[in-house]
C-alpha cells in the first residue's frame, strides 16, 4: 500500500460482528480496482459482542486494514470524528457498518471528487426496509432542519460521504463537543455534490438508532445550527405580554360597562398558560447552556483503549 492512499473508508461499528466481514469484502471488490492505495478504518464504539475481535482477525492478514477501540460506548457522531482524525488517506470516505448504505457507491463518489467537488454526499432517493414513522420523521426533520438552519444541509442525507483534502483540513480544525457531522460538513462549504442512491435494508442484526439517539441527534442539530429555539422564546414572551395587557384592557373596559368577564378558570388557566412559557423558554436555554458547558469543560471527544497499530487514548489528526 502506498505510504498515503488515496482513499481512507471509516467505518463506525458497535455490535456489528454479523457484518464486518462482508463489508470488508464488498469494500476491498468495489475500491481495490478504482483507487491507487485503500484504507479501512474500523471505530469499534464500545461493542459487548464480538466487533473487535473481528475487525482485528481482517487486520491481522490484510494491512490495508487499521482498527479502534474506544474505551466505551462514546456514540456515532465521536465514532466518525476518530476515524476521520486517524485516516491517512488523500480523501475520506464514511459509511455505516451495517450495509444500508452500499459500499459501491463509494466508487461513484470517488469519479466526483477528481471532477473538482471537495465533499461529495450520498442523497437518499428511496430508503427500503424502513417503517412509514422512520420514514416520515425523518423527512420532516431534515425539511425542519433545513427551515430553521443558518446554513444550508442537503435533504435525504446521512454521514455516508467522502471529503477530499481541503475538506478534511478544515473539518479536522473544527474543536466543537457536540458534533453534528452533516452540518458541519456542509457548514465547511467548498464544492458539494450529491450521488443519488436507493438505500437498502440492514444487512444483519438490530439498529442502533431507536427513537431516543434519533431524537437525541436531532436536538444536537438543531442546538448546533439554530438559534430559532432562543429566538422563539422571546417572540412567544412577547406574544403573552401582548397578550396579558390586551386582556387587562378588556377587564378594565369590562368593569366599566359592568360586565363579568371570565371567572377563577380564567385566571387558572392563564397562569398554566403564563407557566408553561416559562418553563419551555427555560428549557431551550438551557439546551444551549449544557452545550456551552461541556465545549467549556473540554473533556476529549473520544478514548482509545486499544488499536491495531498500538495507538491510545486520543488519536492527533492526521495532517
Known amino acids: 500500500m502506498p505510504d498515503v492512499p488515496e482513499l ?19 469494500l476491498v471488490a468495489a475500491l481495490e480496482p478504482v483507487v491507487d492505495g485503500l484504507e479501512i478504518v474500523w ?6 459482542d464480538s466487533t473487535w475481535e473481528k475487525v482485528s482477525e481482517i487486520a491481522a492478514t490484510d ?17 466518525v470524528t476518530a476515524g476521520v482524525d486517524a485516516a491517512r488517506g488523500r480523501a475520506v470516505a464514511i459509511i455505516d457498518a451495517d450495509l444500508q448504505d452500499p459500499p459501491e457507491v463509494i466508487a461513484e463518489m470517488v469519479v466526483k471528487w477528481r471532477e473538482g ?34 446554513i444550508e444541509i442537503p435533504l435525504d442525507t446521512g454521514d455516508f460521504r467522502l471529503m477530499g483534502p481541503k475538506a478534511l483540513e478544515a473539518y479536522r480544525a473544527l474543536p466543537e463537543h457536540n458534533r453534528f457531522v452533516r452540518g458541519l ?17 440492514r444487512a444483519k442484526g438490530e439498529t442502533k438508532y431507536p ?43 369590562s368593569a366599566a360597562v359592568g360586565f363579568v368577564a371570565f371567572g377563577s378558570a380564567g ?20 439546551e444551549y447552556v449544557a452545550r456551552v458547558f461541556e465545549e467549556v469543560a473540554r473533556r476529549p471527544l473520544y478514548l482509545v483503549k486499544e488499536s491495531t497499530d498500538g495507538k491510545t487514548g486520543v488519536i492527533p489528526p492526521e495532517r
Do not use: C
Open 8 to 26: 481512507s473508508v471509516v467505518i463506525p461499528a458497535m455490535n456489528e460482528e454479523e457484518n464486518v466481514r462482508n463489508m470488508h469484502d464488498r
Open 43 to 48: 471505530v469499534d464504539d464500545g461493542s459487548t
Open 63 to 79: 494491512p490495508r486494514v487499521r482498527g479502534l477501540s474506544f474505551s466505551r460506548n462514546f456514540g456515532h457522531q465521536a465514532a
Open 117 to 150: 467537488y471537495e465533499v461529495v454526499y450520498g442523497q437518499r432517493a428511496h430508503r427500503e426496509g424502513e417503517t412509514w414513522f422512520k420514514k416520515v420523521s425523518a423527512a420532516a426533520f431534515y425539511r425542519t432542519l433545513r427551515r430553521l438552519a443558518h
Open 185 to 201: 460538513v456542509s457548514w465547511i462549504g467548498f464544492p458539494q455534490a450529491a450521488v443519488l442512491f436507493h438505500r437498502q435494508p
Open 211 to 253: 427513537l431516543k439517539t434519533m431524537l437525541k441527534l436531532a436536538l444536537s442539530g438543531f442546538t448546533s445550527f439554530s438559534f430559532v429555539p432562543l429566538r422563539a422564546a422571546t417572540w412567544l414572551g412577547l406574544a403573552t405580554a401582548s397578550f396579558a395587557l390586551l386582556y387587562l384592557v378588556f377587564r378594565a373596559v
Open 267 to 286: 385566571l387558572v388557566a392563564s397562569i398554566f398558560f403564563l407557566a408553561g412559557v416559562q418553563l419551555l423558554a427555560i428549557g431551550a436555554l438551557g
